[in-house]
């Protein structure tokens, strides 16, 4: 069965330092999809980035970047230059192709940007 | 702007009330998903429906209930909320596809007393 873990319960940094979510999943499919959720303090979900299992490429949107491993089955978000605005809870999560295509979450970690 | 939609965006209710939380979106997707927040953070899917007459219990068992009549349609009831039920309700939907990804809604919280 599918499974995410977010070893990191809670992070806290301030303004401006680096930081990097960590994200480990374990799956049985050869074809699956990793994304990335944040939730600021009002509640919804925002999707933040998708990756296919065939798609080991890292990505960078701005000051936030992915590095994705199939070798180490880690999927990890680091945030550069930190802003206070970044303050959120962060989930990691997994869907496999075929079956229910049912989106798994890890627990979330909460990170916390002082000024 | 959102196009999934949930109300009430808050609620807090005595013990025993029936309450339905509401989710709506208007993209035509026909899978639709109900997830329960623990206070702690943790989502589980509690409920799932792949189309019109189906819907499926999910990961976390749950005393809630859904109907799925109509594609952009997907209440929950609770027949009788308890404090148990304390919890963010957060609604989504997708796409047939994995990569199409999944759009939520804004989230009830319920909070039972």
């Known amino acids: 069965a599918q499974k995410v873990t977010q070893a990191q319960t809670e992070i806290s940094v301030v303004e401006k330092e680096d930081v990097t979510l960590d994200c480990v999943y374990e799956?049985?499919?050869?074809?699956?999809?990793l994304f990335w959720y944040k939730q600021p303090p009002s509640g919804e979900l925002v999707f933040l980035i998708r990756r296919n299992s065939f798609d080991e490429q890292n990505e960078i949107s701005g000051r936030y970047s992915w590095n994705f491993q199939k070798s180490t089955s880690s999927f990890n978000f680091t945030i550069t230059a930190s802003q206070v605005v970044d303050s959120a809870v962060y989930f990691c999560a997994l869907v496999e192709e075929g079956g229910s295509e049912k989106l798994v979450f890890g627990k979330g970690t909460k990170l916390t940007v002082n000024p | 702007e959102a196009d999934i939609y949930q109300t009430p965006r808050y609620l807090v209710i005595g013990t025993g009330k029936k309450i339905t939380l509401e989710c709506s979106q208007t993209m035509g997707h026909d899978k639709m998903y109900w997830y329960q927040q623990d206070p702690g953070m943790e989502l589980h899917l509690i409920h799932y429906?792949?189309?019109?007459?189906?819907?499926e219990k999910g990961d976390l068992s749950s005393e809630s209930t859904v109907s799925r009549i109509r594609t952009e349609h997907f209440p929950l009831t609770l027949e009788s909320a308890r404090p148990s039920h304390t919890s963010q309700y957060l609604c989504?939907?997708?796409?047939?596809?994995?990569?199409?990804?999944?759009?939520f809604g804004s989230g009830t919280r319920l909070t039972v007393v």
């Open positions: 799956t049985r499919d050869t074809t699956y999809y």
């Open positions: 429906s792949y189309g019109v007459n189906s819907t």
């Open positions: 989504a939907s997708s796409r047939p596809g994995p990569l199409s990804g999944y759009t």
